[in-house]
Nanobody, 124 residues
Framework: QVQLVESGGGLVQSGGSLRLSCVASGFTFSTYAMSWVRQAPGKGLEWVSGLSPLGRSTNYADSVKGRFTISRDNAKNTLWLQMDSLKPEDTAVYYC?????????????????RGQGTQVTVSS
């Protein structure tokens, strides 16, 4: 069965950095576009970033563009999100999400599986 296991969250001061990781199993990782989505306290899910199956194309929400970088290693079945210049409004649970897309770059919340999430807290 599909499993997505995130790690790397934590507490960081405003302006700091974190690197989230997601290890995937139960499907052919290199076939599918992947996303990171997040949920802030009291709010709905928000799409953060997407990456094409082979990692050649990326897309970002305007709120994180220029600060976050998504990447993947298909040989290691791993997805990352490098988060720099963090702001208090980035505080959320971050989820790795598998999309049903086998081509192109995700640009929205469409996904069929997501992990259990990792908490990111940015203090001011």
């Amino acid at each position: 069965q599909v499993q997505l296991v995130e790690s790397g969250g934590g507490l960081v001061q405003s302006g700091g950095s974190l690197r989230l990781s997601c290890v995937a199993s139960g499907f052919t990782f290199s076939t599918y576009a992947m996303s990171w989505v997040r949920q802030a306290p009291g709010k709905g899910l928000e799409w953060v970033s997407g990456l094409s199956p082979l990692g050649r194309s990326t897309n970002y929400a305007d709120s994180v563009k220029g600060r976050f970088t998504i990447s993947r290693d298909n040989a290691k079945n791993t997805l990352w999100l490098q988060m720099d210049s963090l702001k208090p409004e980035d505080t959320a649970v971050y989820y790795c999400a598998k999309t049903p897309r086998t081509w192109g770059v995700p640009t929205n919340l469409e996904h069929d599986y997501r992990g259990q999430g990792t908490q990111v807290t940015v203090s001011s």
